[in-house]
């Protein structure tokens, strides 16, 4: 996953990636990486360091086979 920060100027560019059930998924706190790890539905929240404002992306994880 990918977070822009607006204004794209600044001075605090630090968000923090977060997942809502990490039996589902895991997701790497800095670099965004969402992995799947068991079938279902969750939420990816990403939040700014200043502001704390979050923005959040629905993900469905679905069988290898599927």
């Known amino acids: 996953m990918k977070a ?3 204004p794209i100027d600044a001075d605090n560019q630090t968000v923090a990636f977060s997942t ?3 039996k589902l ?4 706190p800095v ?3 969402l992995t799947g790890v068991a079938v279902g539905e969750g939420d990816a929240m990403v ?3 200043d502001g704390g404002k979050t ?3 629905h993900f469905v994880v679905t ?4």
Do not use: Y
């Open 63 to 66: 069988a290898a086979d599927e």
């Open 55 to 57: 923005a959040i992306c």
């Open 31 to 33: 670099q965004g990486k």
């Open 25 to 28: 998924a895991t997701i790497t």
């Open 4 to 6: 822009t920060v607006q």
């Open 20 to 22: 809502s059930d990490q």
């Open 47 to 49: 939040t700014t360091e």
